[in-house]
Every structure is written in structure tokens, then in C-alpha cells.
């Protein structure tokens, strides 16, 4: 039965990490661009605004891009205060202005010190030989917050593991960053951080088709279960378990016409 479970996932893996993934993804918003620190920008950014209709997800991203002239570095890097006002209007579900321009504040912030925004992961006491990221999450949260106009309402925003959230938005960030996807779907550009730490992006959607295949018992969905499912996952490929991400999610939207 595992060899079997094995198969199935594998096989899922290879239909659903394809180029044509791209489109009705979250990630098709990062892969309008080719200069790296754009890639992280907005990639950050609508994997934080992923939940809700994915179609709604995909404009608010375009709709950043545009408030951003298109060139979301640049305009981090270069913006002047009267440029803010444009998203003052800007919403997305529970985020809205206030923590719009705290992430605008915080990218500025960050990078007019480092040149990607991995190490903003990578920072502290995150170890490269850690068995999973979760330090590299907490410590990343720490430093998101570490602005003295940080506002609360934006801390629901950004998740952590010593907040007991799954993090299904950072884990899947991370995963877009990370692994080093040969079908051109995930990028790949970061390289202090293994694929192999990476834990599976776990919403309920994922948690409950991974439960009628057996690889996790019912549960909250936190990251205790998170950490569980990837374990599980591990036994199948140890050095890259989160590509079966795409498995678990593909496997809840077979019945879509747009992968038939």
C-alpha cells in the first residue's frame, strides 16, 4: 500500500508541476518577473494575500505591480513619501492600507541593507543543518516586527511556528524560493536554505485530502501537523518532500475543467 501511495503522489507530482500550473496560481504573479529582488517582492506579497478566490488573489497582486509602476524594487528603493498616498485605497479581505505600507516600509528597510531578502530568513540563530525551517520562520518573524511602528493589526498577517500556525503562506513562499524546480514552476533562487528543511504548505484543503489518503490522522491544522505530514512525506523523498505539495493540492482540484 505505501509503495502504491508512493506511486500515486509521484505520478500527481509530475502532472501538476508543469509550466501549465502557472497560470491560475498565486506564482504567476513572481513569474512576470526576471530581476531577482522583484521575483521576492512580489512573490512575498501575494503569497501573504493568498487566501480567498484565487482569481481575486491574482488581481490584487497585478494590482500591487501597477501601484508600484510596474517595477516593485525600484520603487521600494526610490519612492518618495507623496507616491504612498496611491495606496491608501488598496485592500485585500483584512488587509488594507495600514499594513500595506508597513510591508512597503519594511522591504525599503531591508533592502537598503542586504541584496535579497533571503537573508532575512537566514539571519540569527538559523542553522543551515537544522532538520526543518522553523527557526528560520520565527527568527524571520522577529525581524518583520522589529520596527518601532510596527502596527498589531499587521502581526495577524505574518504567521510563526512559536505561534502554533501551520504557516501555509511563508511555507509556501519559501518553497517558491527554494526549491530548485527543473519544470519551471518554483524558482529557486535562494541557496542558504535546503529544500530538504522546507515543510509542507498546509491549509485544511491540503490537510483533509492528506487525510483520506492516510498520510496524517485528523487535526487542527497547525504546525504540529505540518511537521507531521512533511515527516511523512520525507519517507518518500527525503531531500525534496514539499514537491508534493503540488500532489496534495492538484488531487482537490481534478474536477476543475482547466486541468482536464
Sequence with gaps: MQQELAELLNNKVAFFNHPRFIEHDPISIPHLFSRKQDIEIMGFWVAMLAWGQRKTILQKGKEL???????????????????????????????????TLYFLSFFQRHYQQHSSLEMAFTQG???????????????????????????????????????????????????????????GVDFGIWSKISPKQLIC????????????????????????????????????????????????????????????
Design 125 to 183: 540563530e538559523f542553522n543551515s543543518e537544522n532538520e526543518s525551517i522553523e527557526q528560520a520562520l520565527n527568527g524571520f518573524y522577529s525581524y518583520f516586527f522589529d520596527s518601532e511602528w510596527a502596527p498589531q493589526r499587521t502581526k495577524k498577517h505574518v504567521s510563526a511556528p512559536i505561534k502554533n500556525s501551520a504557516c501555509k503562506r511563508l511555507c509556501m513562499f519559501l518553497r517558491w524560493m527554494v526549491r530548485k524546480d527543473t519544470a
Design 65 to 99: 505591480i501597477d501601484l508600484m509602476d510596474g517595477a516593485p524594487y525600484d520603487f521600494v528603493m526610490n519612492h518618495q513619501a507623496k507616491d504612498l498616498q496611491r495606496f491608501e485605497s488598496f485592500k485585500h479581505r483584512t488587509f488594507n492600507s495600514t499594513d
Design 201 to 260: 504548505p498546509l491549509d485544511v484543503h491540503s490537510q483533509r485530502t492528506a487525510e483520506k489518503l492516510g498520510l496524517v490522522k485528523a487535526g487542527p491544522t497547525t504546525w504540529k501537523k505540518a511537521l507531521e505530514l512533511t515527516h511523512i512525506l520525507k519517507q518518500i523523498d527525503a531531500t525534496d518532500p514539499v514537491k508534493y505539495d503540488f500532489a496534495l493540492y492538484g488531487m482537490g482540484i481534478e474536477d476543475k475543467t482547466q486541468w482536464k
